[in-house]
């Protein structure tokens, strides 16, 4: 059964940082490609950040590239996605993806979590 957990989220200032995390289960986890998406209130799911199975390529939403990285740690099976000078519009659930045979910023992802709540607000 894979499973995909995110955690890390939470509320948090403007011009502050936070670090999810994504375990994943189930799957050869040095074999998926992973991304981040997320959702605000009233709004379409949006890609986020991926990083591809050999963590050699990354790809961000532009919007966030300079204040965002996503990274992946093959012997905790997870990825992370640093998230650094926060904006309110960066509040929405976060979602991480994975597949073995899609890598790119559209949701052709296999493997979904149930999200994490990021807020940014004073």
């Known amino acids: 059964q894979v499973q995909l957990v995110e955690s890390g989220g939470g509320l948090v200032q403007p011009g502050g940082s936070l670090r999810l995390s994504c375990v994943i289960s189930?799957?050869?986890?040095?074999?998926?490609?992973v991304a981040w998406f997320r959702q605000a209130p009233g709004k379409e799911r949006k890609f986020v950040a991926a990083?591809?199975?050999?963590?050699?390529?990354?790809s961000y939403l532009d919007s966030v590239k300079d204040r965002f990285t996503i990274s992946r740690d093959n012997a905790k099976n997870t990825v992370y996605l640093e998230m650094n000078s926060l904006i309110p519009e960066d509040t929405a659930v976060y979602y991480c993806a994975a597949a073995i045979n899609y890598y790119g910023p559209k949701s052709l992802y296999n493997y979904w979590g149930q999200g994490t709540q990021v807020t940014v607000s004073s």
């Open positions: 189930g799957l050869t986890f040095s074999n998926v490609n």
């Open positions: 990083i591809a199975w050999r963590g050699d390529s990354t």
